[in-house]
T-cell receptor, first 109, second 115 residues
């Protein structure tokens, strides 16, 4: 099994709808990072969470880390076509990041 | 906004040949990383580098791989004798401090195709 599991694997939503992506770790998370990857391009840093219960928002994206620090969620409010891409969660494991399997998001008009 | 730049964007090489992938990290960053992503798979850690030495490396980073910071700005990944399974997108990343303090910023990647 994977150390970091993301769900769902893919998501197709209509523009304007809200959505949530989950990231579950088999180990305690000392730092959880969310990145967005456009097809065939690099990873764009979105947010970093480090404390249990922490929540951060940027524009229409909100990320939370649960109190037990084993699960994080990414919520997008009123989705837009610009939100389309692959969302990756990454766990701090010392000198490296371990990434989840990714969630592919498509937003249609 | 400062960014990590990688060259070339696409490299096609014959199996068995040496290849060097180049990266220019963000100028005040001290920690450097290489990751790879085989088509359709997860982003995988290869190596981290700090203070002119490797801090950690994965099982993938065997004797065929090496990293170097030849001057104050470049950070390179060398694959000595490429194999078909080395075909992947290679990402360079840098951070100002260690992972637990600052996020890693990624370049757009080099797509390596081994024939």
């Amino acid at each position: 099994s994977q150390e970091l599991e993301q769900s769902p694997q893919s998501l197709i939503v209509q523009e304007g709808k809200n959505l949530t992506i989950n990231c579950t770790s088999s180990k305690t998370l000392y730092g959880l990072y969310w990145y967005k990857q456009k097809y065939g391009e690099g990873l764009i840093f979105l947010m970093m969470l480090q404390k249990g219960g922490e929540e951060k928002s940027h524009e229409k994206i909100t990320a939370k880390l649960d109190e037990k620090k084993q699960q994080s969620s990414l919520h997008i409010t009123a989705s837009q076509p610009s939100h389309a891409g692959i969302y990756l969660c990454g766990a701090d494991r010392g000198d490296k990041l371990i990434f989840g399997t990714g969630t592919r998001l498509q937003v249609f008009p | 906004e400062p960014e990590v730049t990688q060259t070339p964007s696409h490299q096609v090489t014959q199996m068995g040949q040496e290849v060097i992938l180049r990266c220019v990290p963000i100028s005040n960053h001290l920690y450097f990383y290489w990751y790879r992503q085989i088509l359709g798979q997860k982003v995988e850690f290869l190596v981290s580098f700090y203070n002119n030495e490797i801090s950690e490396k994965s099982e993938i980073f065997d004797d065929q791989f090496s990293v170097e910071r030849p001057d104050g700005s470049n950070f390179t990944l060398k694959i000595r004798s490429t194999k078909l399974e080395d075909s992947a997108m290679y990402f360079c990343a840098s951070s100002q401090q260690g992972i637990r303090n600052q996020p890693q910023h990624f370049g757009d990647g080099t797509r390596l195709s081994i024939l």
